[in-house]
């Protein structure tokens, strides 16, 4: 998931730095430009494991080019400005997040203010796949517009809380738990919000009901790893089934999911090292709930008093 917050920031006002700088970060390639005024370009950016976030400037000329994300899985939001597909359907809205197209895409860029999420695509198809519990599966994207403008609003939602409560932090995102955990809620709404075969997923086999000790193994393994970088991937291995058949498994008998489990036991911790923490020493709700990845302070709040009954500063200053 990657050692550390990488930041960078590069501004330019040499058109030829710049065309360099937009094929690196963009693929943006076969770059025209036409000259409307003094040229600027500014990019900024934030990265953290496979995915990256970034903030392009783009003032004083139009530029027509071509764009291919192969490799990556980028998703667009213009802030100000103008990015359209010329001489055919346009692919960019103007507001609200978009997927840029996988396959070479002429675009034309106009006084551009755009924000980007970039994530790694092989790291995006094997989450797919693991979710899934099949090997092969092949993801491909279909379209480039939310499915609908409830989960836009869910993507948009979970990159500003990426953005304001986390990637600023750099205690916070030292944690390789809190990286993992945000690398893998990130793609978790980017296959749920984007059209894909993700959301078609394979046909759901037969399980066949697995025996008492793979969920034993199963959850001696969360228990045993609740500070580390774990998800459904590493669990299902410690039982020795593929993901689909521990979640039956975790179904059928604990009545929920692995995940569900192990954040169940992650609040557990977080209650015991609030009942033993003395606050007179700068102990904060906020640091011990970090340290059990628990970074989304409204959601975390809410899930502790359904759990305990009460706030966790409650428990804190007891």
């Not at 530029?63 to 001489?87: F, M, N, Q």
């Not at 403008?149 to 948009?156: E, K, L, N, V």
């Not at 990286?179 to 296959?191: D, F, K, P, V, Y």
């Not at 977080?270 to 020493?281: Q, S």
Request: with cysteine; charged share 20%; hydrophobic share 40%.
């Amino acid at each position: 998931m990657g050692d550390s917050v990488q930041r960078a920031v590069f501004t330019t006002l040499d058109p030829v730095r710049a065309q360099a700088k937009l094929d690196e970060v963009y693929a943006l390639r076969d770059v025209r430009w036409i000259r409307s005024g003094a040229f600027s370009m500014s990019l900024s950016s934030t990265g953290a494991g496979p995915a990256s976030f970034g903030r392009l400037r783009l003032g004083g000329s139009s530029v027509l080019g071509t764009t291919e994300c192969a490799e990556v899985v980028r998703i667009g939001h213009v802030l100000d400005g103008e990015l359209s597909s010329p001489g055919g359907p346009d692919r960019f809205p103007r507001r609200g997040p978009f997927l840029f197209p996988q396959s070479p895409c002429t675009s034309y860029w106009a006084d551009l203010d755009l924000f980007s999420v970039s994530v790694d695509g092989a790291a995006v198809a094997e989450q797919a796949g693991q979710l899934l519990g099949a090997d092969s599966f092949r993801l491909q994207f279909t379209g480039t517009r939310p499915v609908s403008p409830a989960m836009a609003r869910y993507w948009s939602s979970s990159v500003a809380h990426l953005q304001r409560n986390l990637l600023p932090n750099a205690q916070v995102m030292s944690s390789p738990l809190v990286r993992g955990e945000m690398t893998r809620s990130l793609i978790t709404a980017l296959l749920h919000t984007f059209p894909n075969t993700f959301l078609q997923g394979p046909p759901v086999p037969d399980v066949p009901a697995p025996r008492p000790a793979a969920l034993r193994r199963a959850v001696s393994f969360i228990d045993a790893n609740l500070s580390e970088d774990i998800g459904l991937p590493e669990i299902a291995a410690a039982a020795r089934l593929n993901p689909r058949g521990v979640q039956a498994a975790f179904r059928r008998e604990l009545h929920t999911t692995p995940i569900a489990y192990l954040r169940s036991a992650r609040l557990e911790a977080v209650h015991r090292d609030l009942l033993a923490a003395d606050p007179t020493t700068g102990t904060t709700v906020e640091a011990v709930a970090a340290r059990w990845g628990f970074t989304h302070r409204g959601r975390f709040a809410a899930a502790y008093r359904d759990r305990f009954g009460q706030a966790p500063s409650t428990t804190l200053h007891a």
